[in-house]
Structures are given as C-alpha cells and as structure tokens.
C-alpha cells in the first residue's frame, strides 16, 4: 500500500468507493455531551475521547482550557489539516509541514445580553463576526498544485462550510 503523509491512500479510495457503489453509506451522524463541572469548566465527550472547556480570567472563568470560541477556531483549523494531509495524499503529493494559523473577532455585548452604543458599531449579536486562516503549506508539488489543493480543502471543509452556511439548529430542554 502507498503511504503518502502517513496515510494509507488505498485505504482512503475505499472509503471514497464505499460510499459512491452505496450512497447511503455517506449518510452519518455524530455525537457529542457535555457535563457541567462547576463555574465554567465543562467537560465534552464525542466517542471515548474527552475535552475540557473553560473561559479565560478576563470571563471569570478559571483559564484552565480553551473556551468553546477558542474550539471552534480549533476545530477549523483541525478540519482543514485533515483535509489538506487526506487530499494530498490521494493525488500523491508529499507534505513536509502544515501549519494553519486562526483568528476571529467577536464584540462581547451580545454574549452579556447587552446593546452597545450605534457609534462604537459592535456587533449585538454572539458569536464570531468573521474568521481569518491562514494556511503554510510545504511540500514537494508545484505551487499551483499546492494552490489547487488549497481551494478544493476549501470548498470541502465540512467545518468551514458548517461556519459558512445557515444549518439548522435545535435545542429541547429536560426538567429534571
């Protein structure tokens, strides 16, 4: 088997014609819980694999983990590693290193439950009002190869089209 950025890329394109000979092996669920552990501190499980949450000092929080914006900006830059190291590997390009770097800007007064003054223009709304990466990719392909891996990783990033895109969202409550 070719081993290509320590994929086996034989393994990846049966997975890929797993899914094309039935398409409804395509159709997954994931899962994920969390549990309150006090202040805020939270600890969040998908699978057998555990994080912890918190909010930094400048929140009240205690700073022992990555808050849940900071995750997301984690698990954007996670996605698009993955997608960058899988698709490479398929089109036979050897990486030496991949890098992603994150930002994003949010205005708190959303998140307090509060309206900002019209001339400061803040944003009233939570949450991230854009996010910047910047991706360093090296490797042994050409730099259009590289250029064209760079915006297919894009165009099929399931979190960066997750952030891009209005899904649905639903929340129920349990009163126990």
């Keep these: 088997m070719a081993l290509v950025n320590g994929l086996e890329t034989e393994d990846l394109m049966k997975v890929v014609n797993q899914v094309k000979q039935n398409w409804e092996t395509g159709k997954t669920v994931w899962q994920a819980s969390t549990k309150w552990k006090g202040g ?26 990555a808050n849940p914006v900071e995750m997301v900006l984690q698990a954007y830059g996670a996605c698009l590693t993955i997608g ?21 800007d949010i205005d708190l007064p959303g998140f307090l439950g509060l309206e900002p003054p019209k001339e400061l223009n803040m944003d009233k709304l939570p949450g991230y009002k854009n996010i910047k990466a910047n991706v360093k990719l090296k490797g042994d392909a050409a730099p259009e190869a590289l250029q064209e891996l760079h915006e297919h990783v894009i165009k099929t990033s399931p979190v960066g089209v997750t952030l ?12 126990e």
């Design 40 to 65: 805020f501190r939270v600890l969040t499980c998908s699978r057998e694999f555990t994080l912890s949450a918190d909010e930094p000092d400048m929140l009240c929080g205690t700073d022992t983990a």
């Design 84 to 104: 960058y190291a899988m698709n490479a590997a398929v089109r036979g390009i050897h990486l030496d290193d991949i890098q992603v770097e994150l930002e994003g």
């Design 164 to 175: 891009t895109r209005p899904i649905e969202v639903s929340t129920s409550l349990e009163i």
